[in-house]
């Protein structure tokens, strides 16, 4: 195959890769209504028990994904994009397998740590996107893989209850057919994106959490926009995190009213992420189109914030969708600044980036959304939005700093 053959996979290739980013989101979210009544089955009834190992289970996946996406990145960039996006889903398949039949929590427990680590395939899709991406263009092909992401999000939940209330094991079941069914057509029309010639050693030292961040401090512009992504992270986890409990004790919202609510904010992200990125960078540049958005972020969360009546809420759902623009816009501009053959290595860093705004967000925002119901005034209840909005004014600050001057620089390789 030719290096002109590798370097243009066509359209299937890339709607085989956003299937994968998809199904490696569903891992995070089909089993969310089901696995802590399984743990409660496990616990023999002790809810209390259950809901600690919930956390377990949560904090684990993610130090799985933050240990390992360096890792699957750095081995990208020597064996190529193909076999270790292929073998992510096949070993994610087999995986989900493993938890439909597991006898015990210790079994279920094993098999969610290996979900964590077949599940961090996102920064190799990312590199492959970058390998078959002209720079200009890779802010849209990155808005679509967070649409991708969106979607696993939206439906892995859906599926699940849907399934589980069938048979708590059921969407184990199906997750697993989906995804060695995803493998088998990616071996047929998948082809490598890395040319051999642009592939180099692989060495573990470099593929370590700590190491792998090197590569973000070997430009000063890059190491900024990845502390601006580490922060536009911690800011998202607020809704995750808090979102029930505040609608709930503000708004009086019914779990329909929640779940449609959520819903609602899936939805508007992900046509922001299909639809908005590419035309906006288009017009505006990666540098102005990331301002706006982060504008946009602000202002969506400051009415989460205040807002004090529940449809005056859901107003800030387009500013926190627009939000969405700035994220590939930010990576799109680094993945410039990297050689080909350290793409993988880049998305790796970013993938650990993201992991470990999973495992700080979450007992950031409770806390913080605790302290504001012990002072037992309303007001004071959108304190984690609030929080949300600042740090978002502090990326944006930085942004300013970081982000190059006229939005689409050329490449630097």
């Not at 069938?166 to 990616?186: E, H, K, Q």
């Not at 040319?195 to 190491?211: G, Q, Y």
């Not at 009213?257 to 939805?267: R, Y």
Request: one cysteine or more; proline letters at 6%.
């Amino acid at each position: 195959m030719t290096n002109r053959g590798l370097r243009t996979p066509g359209k299937p290739a890339f709607i085989f890769v956003f299937i994968t980013v998809a199904l490696d989101m569903m891992a995070v979210g089909i089993i969310a209504p089901v696995l802590p009544k399984l743990l409660i089955e496990f616990r023999h009834g002790d809810v209390a028990s259950a809901a600690a190992w919930v956390g377990v289970f949560a904090t684990l996946w993610a130090a799985m994904q933050f240990i390992f996406a360096p890792v699957i990145g750095s081995l990208s960039d020597r064996f190529g994009r193909r076999p270790l996006i292929l073998l992510s889903n096949l070993g994610l398949g087999l995986d989900y397998m493993l938890m439909a039949v597991a006898p015990t929590l210790h079994w279920l427990l094993l098999g969610r740590l290996i979900s964590g680590i077949t599940s961090a395939s996102y920064p190799t899709a990312g590199a492959y996107i970058a390998d078959v991406t002209p720079p200009a263009e890779r802010a849209g092909k990155f808005g679509m893989l967070g649409a991708a992401f969106g979607l696993g999000f939206i439906l892995g939940p859906a599926v699940g209850g849907l399934l589980g209330g069938i048979d708590l094991r059921l969407p184990f079941w199906v997750a697993a057919a989906l995804s060695l069914l995803n493998t088998a057509y990616g071996y047929l029309i998948l082809p490598e994106s890395l040319p051999a010639d642009k592939r180099r050693p692989f060495h573990l030292r470099n593929a370590h959490v700590v190491n792998s961040l090197k590569l973000l401090r070997s430009h000063h512009e890059l190491l900024g926009m990845a502390a601006a992504l580490f922060i536009m992270g911690l800011a998202h986890e607020a809704l995750p995190n808090t979102f029930v409990l505040y609608a709930d004790l503000r708004y009086g919202w019914s779990e329909e009213q929640v779940g449609l609510s959520l819903a609602a904010i899936g939805v508007a992200s992900v046509c922001v992420s299909m639809l908005l990125v590419k035309p906006l960078v288009r017009k505006l540049g990666e540098r102005r189109a990331a301002m706006l958005a982060l504008t946009c972020g602000i202002a969506g969360f400051l009415v989460f914030a205040i807002a004090p009546l529940g449809s005056l809420f859901l107003l800030g759902i387009a500013g926190v969708a627009l939000w969405g623009v700035a994220n590939p816009s930010f990576q799109a501009l680094m993945s410039r600044r990297v050689d080909a053959t350290e793409q993988g290595q880049l998305q790796g860093a970013l993938g650990s980036i993201r992991a470990l705004t999973g495992m700080i967000g979450p007992v950031l925002f409770t806390q913080v959304f605790a302290a504001a119901v012990g002072m037992q005034r309303v007001p004071l209840l959108g304190a984690p939005f609030m929080l949300s909005a600042v740090l978002l004014i502090a990326t944006l600050l930085l942004g300013m700093r970081v982000l190059p001057a006229g939005g689409t620089p050329g490449n630097h390789h």
